[in-house]
């Protein structure tokens, strides 16, 4: 009788054993084509547009500021111009408060001692001020 003798049954469990390693190989090599992890930081980039909604494009980049308003942002800038506007908040026992530009609606920032006058909420006003690096700021003031 020959030493190997093998029968149908542990022949068919020996090709099931094969074809799972098979299968295993294929899943592997197949898992290791689609793998994320090799690409490069800015392919994994996503960006949110003004709509709220993920997207691989990247925003314009904002205008940079060029070297006349840079100067022109760290060193304070009068204006010659008187404008017009009303006191739109004033407190009282810090003396200081806010008026309200009739035409461009910014808020200018003043102080009772600075300016050499009390002044009252809704008062309209003539008035200069100066920018500076916390904001415009009131130098001369006029009850209109």
Known sequence: MATNQLTFKKKELAKK?????????ERRSLKKSNNDKGKTLEEM???VDEFGNITTVPPDQREKPTEEEIQRRLNP???DEYSFGKVSYYNAQGHYGFIRDNLTKQTVYFNDRLVGKTLQIDQKVKFKFVRSKQGNQVTEVELI
């Open 45 to 47: 980039y996503a960006y």
């Open 17 to 25: 054993k094969l074809q799972k390693k098979q299968d295993k190989l």
């Open 77 to 79: 800038v009068s204006v």
